[in-house]
């Protein structure tokens, strides 16, 4: 302990004295990683000098060196970059690094250099003009206490009285605790992070942990290495008196990956089992989307202190355990880590994929009446979204993370797309844009992936994109219609009207599905609708009573009801299927607005579980069961009912479940 003491003094004032040597002595290379990286297509984007720190040059590999003083808070830090020149000449480097770190020393191509410090970064004049193809190699020393910025950027914590640090540096915060290119555009080929902090601490980090290094001094160097291409707001560092332990992802006959986890202590047995829950969904995920990407590494989570969780390459951070939030950040493996949206702007490349696959892992697992639950859910917020889902103002970490907009309109963006497609189609386009070698372990935007949609669909989806994505609002849809008996037969005729909620698109090009049911008999047509006032014919051998838009809920919208066709009492339909298995359906009935509660009883009148609950408007809605009860476990086979309690009017259904 007094080793450790002296230690954590001496360091502030060794470094400002002689900050190489310091390093020399503390920060440990025990691999010799140098500045290999592995080769890789990537596809680069060219960019304008304001799109990121240097245009000049293209990060290849980062080695991260940094020594961790918890009791001071101090974080001393050695880091060289490894980059291309790719403008014609190329005779300073700008790097990102925020005031509050202090740079102590410089070194370019070998040689010391002086610097010039502003507010957000540095720049440094080479000693010798590099051309076109050639090497920078940058040395940085530096040291501080980073600023907090975002989301967090690098916090000092503890847990029950020992140290907790951890980094979060989504969007704008790598730039607070290592210099680097803090862009999504320029990724790096490979990164190596060496930790030194006080024994006893467990490091969690990006790639494959390389060597663990005990000093002699109190302190020991963690080494990761990740050599796959990789964001700098996605290099990630975590500290504490960490448990660990392991699963094991199958992913061929003789094949493994293993899903590392670094829990604290007290949360082992809470974590254990729902982190366990990883190996079904990289089990679900890799049929949808493709192989793992980084299945030479591993896949894993590290706990830290920042509410939620952040899809750190192969190393999740989480706080919460929560099946959704672990599907989330695993999605993001794919879709953030292993294709990054290509600027800020194009955030919903991201997080609305994300949240989607939160929604298909529930399908795969507890089948189609859970991701509608799930989308459903993601609908409501969605009809909050401000603006344009191609985020504008991305200044603010508020404005740019708006749940409503690049999360849940991001994701439900996507289920409408899957309609539009069809599944087949639709899981194929995302199959091929994960392996497109454009975008593969490189950056993307809404632009490219349309592209992607359009070359494997064989269809122009310019207007799709250009109004969910481009566009603000949703439509706002109503309807006519007239039955005329024709024959031994009925001609239905239905209009369909639209207005939206914003003014740009003025209209909502969309496939649009309208059921008609009647002397319990329904089908369904799928309306292309085009222009409003469209007409659309169908004959039945049946007279259809009732009409409903979008019964199962393809399209973000409202529906107003003014030909008068909403039923003129509640009304609680039979469930189908019934009986059921993986899930079954429920639809009932306004005439106007009311205060509702949909439960489902076991056969003793104890409540199972609430399908929806809360203020609904006039029309017909939608609700499904996964057959699970509040607790999220499956319920018994047996006899069930369902309960409506809309106002006043209190309503009963039997439904049978057959596990």
């Not at 304001?50 to 001393?76: C, E, K, T």
């Not at 920042?306 to 999605?331: K, N, P």
Request: hydrophobic letters at 40%; glycine letters at 8%; proline letters at 6%.
């Amino acid at each position: 302990m007094r080793r450790l003491s002296l230690y954590s003094l001496l360091l502030p004032a060794l470094l400002l004295w002689a900050p190489e040597s310091v390093f020399a002595q503390l920060l440990h290379d025990p691999a010799g990683e140098g500045c290999s990286a592995k080769a890789r297509g990537l596809a680069r984007l060219s960019a304008s000098p304001a799109a990121f720190a240097d245009p000049g040059i293209n990060a290849q590999h980062y080695a991260i060196r940094l020594a961790i003083v918890p009791s001071s808070p101090m974080l001393l830090g050695h880091v060289t970059m490894t980059a291309s020149a790719i403008a014609d000449t190329v005779t300073s480097v700008i790097m990102d690094l925020t005031a509050p770190m202090t740079v102590d020393s410089v070194r370019a191509n070998g040689v010391r250099r002086p610097w010039t410090r502003f507010t957000n970064g540095f720049s440094v004049e080479l000693p010798a003009v590099v051309p076109r193809g050639g090497t920078v190699i940058l040395e940085t020393f530096y040291h501080g206490v980073p600023a907090a910025t975002g989301f967090g950027s690098f916090v000092f914590g503890d847990a029950n009285g020992s140290p907790w640090v951890w980094s979060l540096s989504q969007p704008y915060g790598a730039r607070d605790w290592w210099p680097c290119k803090d862009h999504p555009i320029d990724k790096a080929d490979s990164v190596s992070i060496a930790v030194t902090v006080p024994s006893g601490l467990k490091v969690g980090s990006n790639g494959l942990l390389r060597s663990v290094t005990d000093n002699g001094d109190g302190t020991r160097t963690h080494h990761w290495v990740e050599r796959y291409p990789i964001a700098s707001y996605l290099v990630s560092v975590a500290v504490a008196d960490y448990a660990e332990f392991s699963d094991w992802f199958r992913y061929g006959a003789a094949d493994s990956m293993e899903v590392l986890n670094y829990v604290l202590p007290q949360d082992l047995n809470v974590a254990r089992p729902a982190l366990g829950r990883t190996i079904p969904m990289l089990e679900a995920f890799t049929r949808l989307f493709g192989e793992y990407p980084f299945i030479a590494e591993k896949y894993g989570h590290a706990q830290f202190g920042r509410g939620g969780a952040m899809e750190h390459q192969t190393m999740t951070s989480t706080t919460t355990f929560d099946e959704d939030v672990i599907a989330h950040e695993l999605g993001h493996q794919w879709f953030g880590d292993l294709i990054t949206c290509a600027n800020w702007q194009e955030l919903w490349l991201n997080e609305g994929f994300a949240t989607y696959s939160e929604a298909l892992f529930r399908e795969a697992v507890y089948g189609l009446p859970s991701y509608r639950e799930h989308i459903n859910a993601r609908m409501q917020a969605a009809f909050l979204a401000p603006g344009t889902l191609h985020v504008q103002d991305t200044s603010t970490v508020g404005e740019l993370f708006r749940f409503s907009r690049v999360y849940a309109k991001g994701a439900v963006v996507l289920h409408m797309l899957r309609h539009v497609l069809g599944d087949s189609t639709f899981f194929r386009c995302i199959r091929e844009y994960v392996r497109d070698p454009r975008f593969r372990f490189g950056v993307a935007t809404t632009a490219d992936f349309r592209s992607v949609c359009e070359q494997f669909s064989g269809r122009s989806l310019d207007y799709f994109f250009e109004q969910w994505v481009f566009g603000e609002g949703y439509p706002v849809y109503s309807l006519d219609r007239s039955v005329v008996p024709d024959g031994e037969s009925y001609l239905t005729t239905v209009t369909l009207y639209q207005e939206t909620s914003g003014s740009d698109p003025q209209f909502f090009t969309m496939p649009v599905d309208i059921r008609l049911s009647g002397g319990g008999f329904d089908t369904t047509i799928v309306a292309d609708h085009q222009f409003d006032g469209q007409t659309f014919t169908v004959r039945t051998s049946w007279a259809p009573d009732l009409a409903m838009i979008d019964p199962d809920g393809w399209i973000l919208k409202d529906v107003v009801d003014p030909a008068g066709l909403i039923p003129s009492a509640v009304s609680l339909a039979p469930n189908y299927p019934n009986p059921f298995n993986a899930g079954t359906t429920i639809e009932y009935a306004l005439p106007g607005t009311r205060n509702v509660r949909l439960e489902v009883f076991d056969a003793t009148g104890g409540l199972v579980r609430t399908l929806d609950e809360g203020s609904r408007p006039a029309g017909w809605h939608v609700a499904s069961w996964d057959g699970r009860g509040n607790d999220g476990l499956p319920a018994a086979s047996g006899a069930y009912f369902l309960r409506l309690l809309a106002g006043s009017t209190l309503l009963a259904r039997p439904l049978l479940l057959l596990r």
